[in-house]
């Protein structure tokens, strides 16, 4: 048995995290604002508390644990990351997190950290045509992210790099693309992709529309929740330090995945490609560094993910209006 802490356990992917490392019969301590939002969870405690105080995080790092999972941070979608309005509370919030994390792990001597970086730190200027984006992990520089979410990522990785160089701090680092599935964010402007779009034809009326934004021609690639995880148990359990893509190589556009998920409604929808905020142009998982050294790759279809998540929100929708 592991003693195991997981900041931003109360997260969606914190959350899911929590239950796979307590069915491997682990010590699970988890921390974050808020309890998790749809089932009640299963770490052997939880407390509530706010990383960005350094006393606070001194409390829970008073002792050492033998893995750390650092999935707590402030984001959201696209109508959160791209607007322009939370630039500051995104930088400021999950840099200082961060830092007071990378600090105290290096004084309680901790074993092991993990650390949930993404795919936004890529350059933009390699995104820029959706059929051919280029995201290898040795793209990453000259750096010129698409958001100051990607900066402060990129910011972070060099963070607990720098530590691992001066300190010994054993890291390990994922940059994650797109990560979906049930229990997470649906509404309220900080949903992904994935379930915004699910929410949208579960709330629509057969012959209806709903609506898209841009022209539903960027690409993307999107990664099953419990992928997610058996990647990031893989990389943590390596002895790679190097970042690496946690993600899918099946890519779609916007009007693709849409199309995808009003077959698996059921319904006859138009789709209804409006102005909005939509990131890169295209951007795909490269999995060839997660082949070669964890010897893993995701291979769950994205419609399969979808037929689970748009079940869960379709209930989600049901339930609200009821």
Not at 103 to 123: D, G, H, W
Not at 224 to 250: A, F, H, K
Not at 293 to 302: F, H, P, S, T, Y
Request: proline share 3%; aromatic share 10%; net charge neutral.
């Amino acid at each position: 048995m592991k003693r195991i802490l997981i900041t931003g356990a109360g997260g969606f992917i914190g959350s899911h995290l929590v239950k796979r490392l307590k069915k491997e019969g682990n010590w699970v301590l988890g921390v974050d604002l808020k309890y998790p939002e749809f089932s009640k969870t299963i770490a052997d405690d939880f407390i509530i508390g706010d990383l960005r105080d350094s006393h606070f995080v001194k409390k829970v790092i008073n002792t050492s644990f033998d893995e750390i999972y650092q999935l707590a941070a402030d984001m959201g979608g696209a109508g959160y990351i791209f607007t322009g309005k939370h630039d500051a509370d995104l930088m400021h919030n999950s840099a200082t997190i961060n830092l007071n994390m990378v600090e105290q792990c290096r004084l309680a001597k901790v074993k092991s950290i993990f650390y949930s970086s993404s795919a936004c730190m890529y350059p933009a200027y390699n995104q820029e045509d959706p059929d051919n984006p280029k995201c290898s992990e040795d793209s990453a520089y000259p750096a010129l992210p698409d958001s100051e979410y990607g900066w402060e990522k990129l910011f972070s990785e060099r963070l607990y790099l720098a530590y691992k160089r001066n300190y010994g701090l054993d890291v390990h680092i994922a940059r994650f693309h797109n990560i979906f599935g049930p229990e997470g964010a649906w509404k309220g402007g900080r949903e992904k992709a994935p379930a915004a779009i699910c929410r949208k034809v579960a709330e629509a009326t057969d012959n209806g529309e709903i609506e898209i934004w841009g022209d539903g021609k960027q690409t993307r690639s999107f990664l099953y929740i419990d992928e997610c995880l058996e990647g990031v148990l893989r990389l943590m359990r390596s002895g790679m330090s190097d970042p690496v893509n946690i993600g899918s190589e099946e890519m779609v556009t916007i009007n693709q995945l849409t199309q995808i998920v009003i077959e698996i409604s059921g319904k006859k929808l138009r789709i209804n490609n409006i102005p909005g905020p939509t990131g890169v142009r295209g951007r795909n998982s490269d999995n060839r560094l997660m082949r070669e050294r964890l010897g893993w790759d995701a291979n769950m279809k994205l419609k399969d993910g979808l037929k689970i998540l748009y079940a869960w929100i379709a209930e989600q929708v049901k339930n609200e209006i009821h």
